[in-house]
């Protein structure tokens, strides 16, 4: 049974109906609330954009207030795969559910992820039916970079963004997500942002605002 998935939301900063969605998607250990922000801080950009942050199905398995998308044991070399594929439906419901709510095509849909939801954000996003605006990604990775060829159905422009000294995921898994999506024709561009860790700082908030601007203007 898949869980709906609920979470805080902005409407369009002009008012009126929204013309694009924002779909915002936490890290480990975080909710909803935490990617909200972006929001808040993208939205003289995309005026027009409403943005959903879900919080993430699971209570967190290493305590504390927040939530997962899945367990992280880092005992499984296959529990990112597991991972993803066991909570992407929920995922995948809860932009439908978002698109009917503002009667938007899921082309007009933007994914932005931190880590885990980065992972989530490139699982789902990359094998819908219909291809979202555009994937954003920071400090996260692409679990199972082997089934992606085999599976691949949409191919939408991605920005990846990682910190060069980030403790948690090393900036190398940037790269490597790079090269399995480049290999499967999903248009992707990536920045490195030095003296970072495992955060967001001011250059890549910039950089992944006007990624999205571009990206929604050009969308239909």
Not at 63 to 87: C, I, N
Not at 106 to 124: C, D, K, N, P, Y
Not at 148 to 169: F, N, Q, T
Request: aromatic share 6%; hydrophobic share 40%; glycine share 14%.
């Amino acid at each position: 049974m898949i869980r709906d998935l609920d979470g805080p939301r902005l409407l369009p900063a002009a008012g009126g109906t929204p013309r694009c969605l924002v779909i915002l998607v936490h890290g480990y250990g975080a909710d909803g609330n935490d990617l909200i922000a972006l929001g808040k801080e993208w939205q003289h950009l995309i005026p027009d954009a409403a943005f959903a942050a879900p919080h993430a199905p699971e209570p967190c398995g290493g305590g504390g207030p927040g939530y997962q998308w899945f367990e992280l044991t880092m005992r499984d070399p296959h529990e990112l795969w597991h991972g993803v594929s066991k909570a992407g439906p929920g995922l995948d419901a809860f932009i439908d559910r978002e698109c009917e709510r503002y009667a938007l095509p899921a082309g007009r849909v933007a994914l932005v992820g931190f880590s885990q939801g980065t992972m989530m954000s490139l699982h789902v996003g990359l094998r819908r039916a219909e291809a979202p605006a555009a994937i954003l990604g920071y400090s996260g990775a692409l679990a199972g970079p082997e089934h992606l060829k085999g599976e691949v159905r949409a191919r939408p422009p991605v920005l990846l963004i990682h910190g060069d000294r980030d403790e948690l995921i090393p900036y190398q898994a940037m790269f490597l997500a790079g090269q399995a999506l480049a290999a499967t024709d999903v248009p992707v561009e990536w920045h490195l942002s030095a003296g970072v860790g495992h955060g967001i700082d001011p250059k890549g908030l910039e950089l992944g605002g006007h990624f999205l601007a571009r990206a929604l203007r050009g969308s239909k």
